[in-house]
């Protein structure tokens, strides 16, 4: 089953502009991750923020982590035609001893 | 330094025959985990392995197996190919596993049944 679930299921925003995705999980987490995919290729990992972490920055990816709502959203800021991809979040959580994935958030920037 | 390579990047079966996809982890990562993606479904975890030995094992039939050798390398095995198996299988290495820390993904082989 899926521990996590992303919002919106798609996105769509011109090229400049920010995108913010969201996360929703249902069980205590160790931790939670974000990754890309392009077009039906392999994932890539961009960020992983631990249960006791509330914010963590890479680039221009910002996310944040709300234990007490089971949620975490991913920002990016500046976006750019490159960012069109899939993302998911994935969770550590407690008792499954694997990363279990939601099902994504598509994203579309257009120039 | 080299990523994770998935061997072969497509492959078209008949249904009832049986499949093996290969994936070689990053050089120093003892932990290999598959998953299988599909449009319904999004990505289901098959199993994971670690030195050799499988740690974890989601919700599959027993057609599906796999193996680690003792250079992390690894293989899945799907036998008895059904038509819904058709799909996109990731391997994934990591350090310790179990979600522990990030994966690296390969870049998948996509399997279709006919």
């Not at chain 1, 521990?3 to 069980?27: F, H, R, V, W």
């Not at chain 2, 080299?2 to 290969?22: C, D, E, F, M, N």
């Not at chain 2, 003892?30 to 993606?37: F, G, L, N, T």
């Not at chain 2, 599909?38 to 039939?61: A, D, I, M, V």
Request: charge should be positive; proline fraction near 3%.
């Amino acid at each position: 089953s899926q521990q996590g679930e992303e919002d919106p299921q798609a996105l769509s925003i011109q090229e400049g502009e920010n995108a913010t995705m969201n996360c929703s999980y249902k069980t205590s987490i160790n931790n939670l991750q974000w990754y890309r995919q392009n077009s039906g290729r392999g994932l890539v990992h961009l960020i992983l923020i631990r249960s006791n972490e509330r914010e963590k920055h890479s680039g221009r990816l910002r996310v944040t982590l709300d234990t007490s709502k089971k949620s975490s959203s991913l920002l990016i800021t500046a976006s750019r035609a490159a960012d069109t991809a899939s993302y998911f979040c994935a969770t550590d959580a407690a008792g499954y001893s694997t990363l279990t994935f939601g099902k994504g958030t598509m994203l579309l920037v257009s120039p | 330094k080299a990523g994770v390579t998935q061997t072969p990047r497509y492959l078209i079966k008949t249904r009832g025959q049986q499949v093996t996809l290969s994936c070689s982890p990053i050089s120093g990562h003892r932990s290999v985990s598959w998953y299988q993606q599909t449009p319904g479904q999004g990505l289901q975890f098959l199993f994971e392995y670690f030195s050799e030995t499988q740690r974890n094992k989601g919700n599959f039939p027993g057609r599906f197996s796999g193996r680690q050798f003792s250079n992390s390398r690894s293989e899945m095995n799907v036998s008895t190919l059904e038509l819904g198996d058709s799909a996109l299988y990731l391997c994934a290495s990591s350090l310790a596993g179990q979600g522990i820390d990030g994966y690296t993904f390969g870049s998948g082989t996509r399997l279709t049944v006919v």
